[in-house]
């Protein structure tokens, strides 16, 4: 057992407690002051004891560096891809050189890439471990679709749909429609339908990396005929359609909010989709690389008004419920995974606050190493 004390702990929604956090093996087992246990003992005192971040959607760890012309993260010989799953192509050697632990990032989404229109599914992983299967929180997570334009100049170049947005839509609904159609009776297999048919019975959201208003609505419609379940990712002009989002239940994961380009091509009001927080259930993301931009956009967020203790729920807790395993981590709560950073300041209060303990699912890092 392992027992961290004396640390200033942050809870949801801006709660701090200063208790003691037992974990045995992988869980949280018990929160309390002055815990005695024979354990080992990690002195937070002075320190800052937070819920692991999570960073919901990168290929990193699934791309394949050693053969940068054929990333393993991107299948685009065919647009429509719902039966391909992310942990075939997982590489926990890969997921390790990110050194996730330094930035207090202890789970993340990976995801296929952006050339197919229906990617694949999306799995959550631990940033520790020696298997893919080791380190899964969660394997069933959600459906990647993308409606961006990197979709378009994958197939443009073949002469084949979809070349246009109008060709995006249509195709999207089309696999919809066939699933729905789909006869208790028909006894042929399709693994592809069989994966939408989770989709429209809501058992499986839909992941859409989409950036514009008009795109946007475009998806919202799509959602509103078919009535799945829906999380958009980098949604620059989300803010525009809050009330929308709102009422569909759909929650949203930010567009890199550091790289200028990006929020600027897209006129993107970051304080109106920071605002847009408070009736959409919001986290940070980075647009599907690294963990660099994580911490950053966060900052970023707290000089553009957001309150910090909102900030570190969506590192964590709003990451972790969007993505479906709030239930597993997010939080520090007895039963949940031990999955904590320990830092010896406020990381979005001071750039003088360094890291010093990481654990993720009770395996310990620790900066002195």
């Keep these: ?32 002051e002055k815990i005695s246990v024979d354990a080992e003992h990690i002195d937070a005192s002075g320190c800052e ?45 890969e997921v390790k050189l990110q050194g996730y632990e330094r930035h207090g990032v202890t789970a993340f ?35 990647k679709v993308n409606f961006i334009p990197s979709v378009k100049r ?22 919809l429609k066939k699933a729905s159609l789909k006869k208790e009776d028909d006894a042929s297999y399709d693994p592809g339908r069989d994966v939408l048919c989770r989709v429209l019975n809501k058992e499986l ?14 998806i919202l419609g799509i959602q509103k005929e078919f009535g799945f379940k829906l999380i958009l990712m980098g949604a620059y002009q989300a803010d525009s359609l809050q009330e929308k989002l709102k009422e569909a239940g759909v929650s949203v994961l930010l567009g890199d909010l550091i790289d200028g380009s990006l929020v600027t ?69 007895a039963g949940k995974y031990a999955d904590i950073s320990i830092w010896d300041g406020h990381p979005l209060k001071t750039y003088d606050a360094h890291i010093k303990v990481c654990m993720t699912a009770g395996k310990i890092w620790r900066a002195e190493q």
């Design 205 to 218: 959201p839909i992941l859409c990396n989409v950036r514009e208003r008009f795109d946007i609505e475009t």
């Design 1 to 32: 057992m392992v027992l961290i004390e004396n640390g200033n702990v942050h809870f949801p929604k801006g709660e701090t407690k200063k208790v003691d956090i037992l974990i045995e093996g992988d869980k949280i087992v018990k929160l309390g």
């Design 154 to 175: 994958t197939f443009a170049s073949r002469d084949v749909m979809p070349m246009t947005r109008m060709g995006m839509a249509s195709m999207l609904r089309n696999e």
């Design 265 to 333: 091509y897209f006129d993107a009001d970051i304080p109106a989709l920071l605002k847009m927080s408070k009736k959409v259930l919001t986290a940070f993301s980075n647009n599907g690389s690294g963990y660099e931009g994580l911490l950053w956009s966060a900052e970023k967020a707290v000089r553009n008004g957001l309150k910090v203790e909102r900030a570190i729920d969506m590192l964590t807790i709003n990451t972790a419920d969007i993505l479906g395993v709030g239930d597993k981590t997010g939080s520090i709560e």
């Design 109 to 143: 989404g990976a995801v296929p890439g952006d050339p197919a229109l229906i990617a694949g599914q999306i799995g959550v992983y631990h940033t520790s471990g020696r298997t893919a299967a080791e380190m899964a929180v969660s394997e069933d997570v959600a459906l």
């Design 49 to 93: 004891v937070f819920a692991g971040f999570i960073l919901p959607a990168t290929s990193v760890g699934v791309y394949n560096y050693a053969d940068l012309a054929h990333p393993d993260s991107e299948e685009k010989s065919t647009p429509v891809n719902p039966d391909l799953h992310v942990r075939y192509s997982l590489d926990p050697a």
